[in-house]
């Protein structure tokens, strides 16, 4: 019974040695952590300063808005690197810079494997803001997504569609995949099919249609108007219209709209047909018509 008494004894008095063992590095560490604390509130200071001043830099240059936003994020990132390698400093005495990225370099293949997806889109994003097409603004079409890019983060672009609708694509898929960037110029060629009957004359035609486009409202004057007989359809001889005008949807709805309708106008003037399909059925045996009586 006294053994048993002494052994909990013992346990206890192990137990409450280590608490206070526990307690006085705890009450050592105090000081390193007020300093650590110190050191990664002045490095959020810092960073914040840093960042406002490199906002104000990039605001006096052409630089492009994303391409400002990747020297902000760069900047603010390299900051809090240091910054966080002088508080592991303070907190473990024995880790020296080169340890500590040693150790880094270790672990970042481990959890490069474990992200591949969120560094791939990270890179994939510092990528895009360098190179210098698909500005902010720019009207894009990708993988079946359409509209205005509105932001591009380091990891997402967001697209906001022509329906107000808020589109986040992964950078990755818009550097892999063919882009298509409808604004890169200020103007963009658009064509349409219009078709005529077999017994007209195509030179009238192509007059007739020629002069509808170039009197049509949204259309560059200034750059060449296509009109070309490019197929004999089932009903119909078939022109190919190409004209410029603004390369924005609005332009495009716009103009086509107003060429349509130039054209219809003019050929209806003229007295030019444009068929409906027709159809013509033809019997092996002649058919017997039946008549009133």
Not at 253 to 262: G, Q, W
Request: glycine fraction near 6%.
């Amino acid at each position: 019974m006294d053994s048993s008494i002494d052994e909990s004894l013992n346990a206890f008095d192990i137990l409450v040695r280590q608490l206070l063992s526990m307690w006085e590095q705890a009450i050592s560490l105090l000081p390193s952590l007020f300093i650590a604390g110190f050191v990664l509130v002045i490095t959020w200071i810092i960073a914040r300063f840093a960042t406002r001043i490199a906002d104000r830099l990039t605001d006096k240059t052409n630089m492009r808005a994303s391409l400002q936003e990747l020297v902000e994020t760069l900047v603010r990132l390299g900051i809090w690197i240091v910054g966080l390698m002088a508080t592991f400093t303070i907190l473990l005495p024995g880790l020296t810079p080169s340890s500590l990225i040693a150790g880094l370099g270790f672990g970042a293949v481990a959890i490069g494997f474990a992200f591949q997806d969120i560094f791939e889109n990270f890179m994939a994003g510092i990528l895009i803001m360098i190179r210098e097409k698909m500005r902010i603004g720019d009207y894009i079409e990708c993988e079946g997504v359409e509209g205005i890019v509105e932001s591009i983060a380091l990891r997402e672009t967001h697209v906001r569609r022509n329906n107000m609708e808020l589109t986040i694509i992964p950078n990755s898929i818009l550097f892999k995949n063919p882009v298509k960037i409808l604004t890169d110029q200020k103007k963009r060629r658009h064509e349409i099919i219009a078709g005529v009957a077999y017994d007209t004359d195509l030179d009238i035609a192509r007059e007739v249609i020629l002069k509808a486009v170039a009197s049509a409202d949204q259309v560059n004057k200034a750059e060449r108007i296509d009109v070309f007989a490019c197929e004999f359809n089932a009903s119909s001889i078939d022109f190919k219209i190409r004209w410029w005008s603004g390369s924005k949807p609005r332009a495009m709805h716009e103009s086509r709209d107003n060429v349509i309708r130039a054209i219809k106008r003019a050929l209806d003037d003229a007295g030019i047909e444009i068929p409906f399909p027709y159809v013509t059925h033809t019997f092996k045996e002649p058919m017997p018509l039946a008549q009133k009586e």
